[in-house]
């Protein structure tokens, strides 16, 4: 299972982002799917999830700014970012569960300046 994180970059409050997670040995279309983020000295915290059949769940902090998507296609997982503001700075990691084990993207870094 991999799964491979980019779109991160530095952006001021206010700004947008789309973020990526191209996954690869599951089969997507049948996996629910996750984004986390952990801001420098914090533990990794949800962001929101989306199911096979794409509903989807966000913390109260990014409900509304944040849209979560997905690509069966192309087995990626999209994080779309708008209205950005300081506090969302932080690595993000996309994330899924397989055989009972939870795995990990390598974090793709998010920094908005105010």
């Known amino acids: 299972v991999q799964l491979q994180a980019s779109g991160g970059g530095s952006v001021q409050a206010g700004g947008s982002l789309r973020l990526s997670c191209k996954t690869s040995?599951?089969?997507?279309?049948?996996?629910?799917m996750s984004w986390y983020r952990q801001a420098p000295g914090n533990q990794r915290d949800l962001v929101g999830n989306?199911?096979?059949?794409?509903?989807?769940n966000y913390v109260e902090s990014v409900e509304g700014r944040f849209t979560i998507s997905r690509d069966n296609t192309r087995n990626t997982l999209y994080l779309q970012m708008n209205d950005l503001k300081a506090e969302d700075t932080a690595a993000y990691y996309c994330?899924?569960?397989?055989?009972?084990?939870?795995?990990w993207g390598r974090g793709t870094l998010v920094t908005v300046s105010s």
């Open positions: 989306i199911s096979s059949s794409h509903s989807t």
């Open positions: 040995g599951i089969n997507f279309r049948i996996h629910g």
């Open positions: 994330s899924t569960f397989w055989r009972g084990r939870q795995f």
